[in-house]
Nanobody, 116 residues
Framework: QVQLVESGGGLVQPGGSLRLSCAAS????????MGWYRQAPGKERELVAR???????NYADSVKGRFTISRDNAKNTVYLQMNNLKPEDTAVYYC??????????WGQGTQVTVSS
């Protein structure tokens, strides 16, 4: 069983930045997919950014050029650097880990609010 612990959310003004962190209690393997999803009130959970099982990255069109996903395998941690934040980025952000053998894990979520 793996636990994912997110941190770094908060309240920020439009145009500001935040960095989210997701620390996994177990090792992350090269064949695992890991990334970030978000869910705004009244909307479905959607992909924000992720590392695929092949090691490449996917980004939602709405965050391309503003958000950057990175990972530190030695620390079993994935980051999401969010720049030029907009009110429409307001959501609960969830970390997700999909093992190469199929197990799927979610973090508890961290709130990001973009408001003046």
């Amino acid at each position: 069983q793996v636990q994912l612990v997110e941190s770094g959310g908060g309240l920020v003004q439009p145009g500001g930045s935040l960095r989210l962190s997701c620390a996994a209690s177990g090792s992350i393997f090269s064949g695992d997919a890991m990334g970030w999803y978000r869910q705004a009130p009244g909307k479905e959970r959607e992909l924000v950014a992720r590392f695929t099982r092949g090691g490449s990255t996917n980004y939602a069109d709405s965050v391309k050029g503003r958000f950057t996903i990175s990972r530190d395998n030695a620390k079993n941690t994935v980051y999401l650097q969010m720049n030029n934040l907009k009110p429409e980025d307001t959501a609960v952000y969830y970390c997700n880990l999909m093992r190469v053998y199929g197990a799927n894990y979610w973090g508890q979520g961290t709130q990001v609010t973009v408001s003046s």
